[in-house]
């Protein structure tokens, strides 16, 4: 079905989201960029043979750095989009130092423990295991949450257990990894480069995007112990340095969260055709390994039942969550809801939609060309502006009625779309949603599936058939697909099968912190609605955001009372 996909194109060509340079000079020459790749070149030996209990060593000083640089780390991230000092700067704590230092202690774990899986974790069929929640913080702070990784059928669980660990179970030679950053969320630079160094015992270089670039002096510091023995060189750099840097010999592999334009800039020199794009092979102008994560037209499913208003009103807020976390800067950021067709309930939930969308703080629209695009959308007379004029972002909606645009691009903005689905049963329903979500949306990173009393018995067996039938590298139940991100045990990636010509959300994954090295999807389960008295503190209606995250990122480094206190003061006060 991947064939059937149009493609997208991100607005802003992640080489370097160049159009936020109009200098397309080289400031590092040729010479500097080859100093750096022949320095990585002297080190990657010696990297690629330290003990994994070296390595975890490591790891620990860069939490340490992490403990030293959060605050910093959070707040000039929330200085750049304007949301210091507000309950939005939460997700910067979030989406930074927390994500990075949670991923950081599994990946130590996982390094230094041999343990086989267990048994009572495995799900013969599902085919799943089990791999989270493992402690009591991870059931308050996510309650309600647990997550599996699902593997193909043909994987028995002896074979799961075998085939993990990567470069802990077989040998890699040495290699230099080139990084291109991404330019959203702060963590996925840093995950990015953990990742590699783990896995494939790889020296990195790390060239940041320049709408993020002021992360230089964070990743220099948290970094540190690496930087200084030569595994790691952070640099900055525009769209003709990331150029040089993909094509040189030196680079022995490639890993890029970005867009699929930028891939097929630095796989084929150029923008392929539809024509292109269904062809069995394709000459090439760079050969190198290449894994990436390319973004999403991000589905949410809302299955029929019977809502209450107040059950309509707490999903609206998730779904707007969805769509305004990060302003929409996400590759997971919600994009198309999928309705059913014929229910009353169906407009209700529409209505609150655009309700909670009007009432949530407008925030600065920061990346470039941003601003202008949603004016270009909003004078579209298809759309609907349901914020205050006053406001100098839009958010806007609109209902998909035939094709449309949207359905192939990410929109990368404010903006969220309405997709009703005629239906003759639930069971019609859930196989034309799931059919429209596969072969009609670009892309197969994350969807999020909405429905009520997913676990009883007269649901199950739908329930199963969305999780089965997506073909998402994450399936969420009733939660959305960002979660998955945060949990770091769980792939981050594109449903496999891509190809390089129809690159879709990209190929392998990252995060994966118990090492599988076939996974096939990850799954995040929770309840249709977690508290009837409060929102979940990722919800952007949670005014408590800020404090919490804060707090819970000093604890997850240091388990101390002191910080269990604060963080207990924060969730209640």
């Excluded at 058939?465 to 949990?487: F, M, P, Q, R, S």
Aim: charged share 25%; aromatic share 12%; with cysteine.
């Amino acid at each position: 079905f991947f064939s059937s996909r149009r493609r997208h194109t991100r607005y802003i060509g992640d080489w370097s989201s160049d159009v936020c340079s109009s200098d397309l000079s080289m400031s590092l020459t040729k010479l500097d960029i080859d100093r750096f790749i022949s320095s990585l070149r002297t080190k990657s030996k010696e990297f690629n043979s330290i003990s994994n209990v070296q390595l975890a060593s490591m790891l620990e000083e860069t939490i340490s750095n992490i403990k030293e640089v959060s605050f910093f780390w959070a707040t000039i991230c929330s200085d750049n989009k304007g949301t210091t000092k507000t309950p939005a700067e939460g997700e910067e704590w979030l989406g930074g130092p927390f994500a990075s230092v949670l991923a950081t202690q599994y990946y130590i774990k996982s390094l230094t423990n041999d343990d086989d899986l267990t048994e009572k974790k495995y799900n013969s069929e599902e085919n799943s295991y089990k791999v989270f929640p493992n402690n009591f913080i991870e059931r308050i702070t996510f309650p309600f949450i647990d997550a599996k990784v699902i593997f193909n059928k043909s994987m028995s669980f002896d074979d799961i257990n075998k085939y993990r660990g990567f470069s802990k179970r077989y040998d890699i030679d040495p290699s230099i990894t080139l990084v291109l950053g991404a330019g959203n969320f702060s963590s996925i630079p840093y995950l990015d480069v953990l990742y590699h160094l783990i896995t494939r015992k790889s020296v990195i270089l790390l060239k940041l995007n320049p709408v993020n670039e002021y992360l230089k002096p964070v990743f220099e510091k948290v970094f540190q112990s690496f930087i200084e023995r030569g595994y790691i060189i952070v640099t900055t750099g525009n769209i003709n340095e990331s150029k040089y840097m993909a094509n040189h010999p030196g680079i022995n592999h490639i890993h890029l969260t970005g867009s699929d334009k930028t891939f097929e800039d630095i796989v084929y020199g150029r923008e392929l055709t539809e024509k292109e794009r269904k062809s069995k092979s394709l000459s090439k102008i760079n050969n190198k390994p290449i894994t990436s994560e390319l973004g999403n037209v991000t589905p949410i499913i809302i299955h029929p039942g019977k809502w209450s208003t107040s059950d309509i009103k707490y999903q609206a807020r998730k779904i707007v969550t969805a769509k305004l976390n990060n302003n929409g800067f996400n590759c997971i950021a919600a994009q198309v809801v999928v309705l059913p067709d014929g229910r009353g309930q169906t407009d209700t939930l529409i209505k609150f939609v655009k309700h909670y969308m009007s009432k949530a703080k407008e925030r600065k629209a920061y990346y470039p060309e941003s601003i202008e695009r949603l004016e270009k959308l909003e004078k579209d007379k298809g759309y609907e502006r349901v914020n205050d004029l006053s406001c100098v972002t839009p958010h806007l909606t609109r209902e998909i009625k035939a094709y449309s645009k949207f359905e192939i691009d990410e929109v990368w903005s404010s903006t969220i779309y309405f997709k009703k689905i005629e239906y003759t049963s639930i069971e019609d329903f859930a196989n034309k949603a799931i059919d429209y979500c596969n072969n009609e949306l670009w892309g197969n990173l994350g969807v999020s599936v909405i429905i009520k009393d997913h676990d009883r018995k007269f649901n199950k067996h739908i329930t199963n058939l969305y999780i089965d039938k997506l073909n998402y590298g994450t399936v969420a139940i009733n939660e959305w697909a960002a979660i998955g991100y945060i949990i770091p045990q769980l792939p981050w990636g594109g449903f496999p099968g891509n190809r390089d010509n129809d690159i879709q959300s990209g190929q392998s994954v990252v995060h994966n912190s118990m090492l599988f090295e076939s996974p096939l999807k990850g799954v995040v389960n929770t309840k249709f609605r977690i508290s009837r008295i409060i929102d979940p503190p990722w919800f952007v209606t949670n005014k408590k955001a800020r404090r919490l995250f804060k707090n819970l990122t000093y604890y997850q480094i240091h388990n101390s009372n002191i910080n269990f206190l604060k963080l207990i003061f924060a969730a209640l006060v």
